[in-house]
T-cell receptor
Framework: SQTIHQWPATLVQPVGSPLSLECTVE??????LYWYRQAAGRGLQLLFY??????ISSEVPQNLSASRPQDRQFILSSKKLLLSDSGFYLC??????????????FGEGSRLTVL | AQKVTQAQTEISVVEKEDVTLDCVYE???????LFWYKQPPSGELVFLIR??????QNEISGRYSWNFQKSTSSFNFTITASQVVDSAVYFC???????????FGTGTSLTVIP
């Protein structure tokens, strides 16, 4: 069965510090991978998505970046965090085929507080 | 442009009551998919159901049922005999077929009071 795992679950970082959130998927090949952010107020904002290794599409200009070094690994990074980067970050995956038809499967989430 | 509207921000019901969560969508695509997700207090979004634009058949899964009506661009979600464990934020979402863009509504927070 397919699983998705992201970490760390919670982190508190000072302004200007770096960030690295990691997400891995098991049990599927060549998934589409996504990073979403959920700020207070519940709205889900797509940050990045990737359709393959090294292929990253950015949806929102910001000081965050994403990388996909392996087929089932997706990393969200920042060199210098801002207060506005605080939020709940969700990694997700999907495929379009006969078994899965596009539905997103989400990780447990990473709650980031920037002080 | 694609858009999903969940007009109900918060709903409170007493346990065992039925509750319907509304979802209205906008799209110019003829082929699209609709989804419902549940976000319990733990935070993880849990996939509940997918519907494609060619399948208007309503679906029932236990206490959950979904009513898809293309004529009104709605995909409503009903919980029958609600339970405290149903308390969560529920999101409706729209996607074009084979696309990477998912349009989420702003969510409806459901509180079931024991």
């Amino acid at each position: 069965s397919q699983t998705i795992h992201q970490w760390p679950a919670t982190l508190v970082q000072p302004v200007g510090s770096p960030l690295s959130l990691e997400c891995t998927v098991e049990g599927t090949s060549n998934p589409n991978l996504y990073w979403y952010r959920q700020a207070a107020g519940r709205g889900l904002q797509l940050l990045f998505y990737s359709v393959g290794i090294g292929q990253i599409s950015s949806e929102v200009p910001q000081n965050l970046s994403a990388s996909r070094p392996q087929d089932r690994q997706f990393i969200l990074s920042s060199k210098k965090l801002l207060l506005s980067d605080s939020g709940f970050y969700l990694c997700a995956w999907n495929t379009w085929g006969t078994v899965n038809t596009g539905e997103l499967f989400f990780g447990e989430g990473s709650r980031l507080t920037v002080l | 442009a694609q858009k999903v509207t969940q007009a109900q921000t918060e709903i409170s019901v007493v346990e065992k009551e039925d509750v319907t969560l509304d979802c209205v969508y906008e799209t110019r695509d003829t082929t699209y998919y609709l989804f419902w997700y549940k976000q319990p207090p733990s935070g993880e979004l849990v996939f509940l159901i997918r519907r494609n634009s060619f399948d208007e058949q309503n679906e029932i899964s236990g206490r959950y049922s979904w009513n898809f009506q293309k004529s009104t661009s709605s995909f409503n979600f009903t919980i029958t005999a609600s339970q405290v464990v149903d308390s969560a934020v529920y999101f409706c979402a729209l996607s074009e077929a084979w696309g990477n863009q998912f349009y989420f509504g702003t969510g409806t927070s459901l509180t079931v009071i024991p």
